[in-house]
Nanobody
């Protein structure tokens, strides 16, 4: 059974930081390209950042310089370090793993940026 379990969300003030984590089980993690997506109320789910098997990364423009994605293949985990958070970063954040036709999602973790 494949599971992607996110943690680390919460309420933070503007300018604050959070670190999201996702631990995978039931897959050969090192084969998977991993990503973080987010979905705000009334909006479509959007890609935030992804990290490939060679550890190359991509970020959406609005988070460049503020967010950092990383992976630890020895722990089957992927992380998203978020700094200088803004109210517009408020969303449910989802972990995603892809390999060939396989496409798995976590249950999501809420991030709320508000004073």
């Amino acid at each position: 059974q494949v599971q992607l379990v996110e943690s680390g969300g919460g309420l933070v003030q503007p300018g604050g930081s959070l670190r999201l984590s996702c631990v995978a089980s039931g897959i050969i993690f090192r084969f998977y390209s991993m990503a973080w997506y987010r979905q705000a109320p009334g909006k479509q789910r959007e890609l935030v950042a992804n990290i490939n098997t060679d550890h190359s990364t991509n970020y959406r423009d609005s988070v460049k310089g503020r967010f950092t994605i990383s992976r630890d293949n020895s722990q089957n985990s992927v992380h998203l370090q978020m700094t200088s958070l803004k109210p517009e970063d408020t969303a449910v954040y989802y972990c995603n793993g892809k390999f060939a036709t396989a496409d798995y999602w976590g249950q999501g973790t809420q991030v709320t940026v508000s004073s």
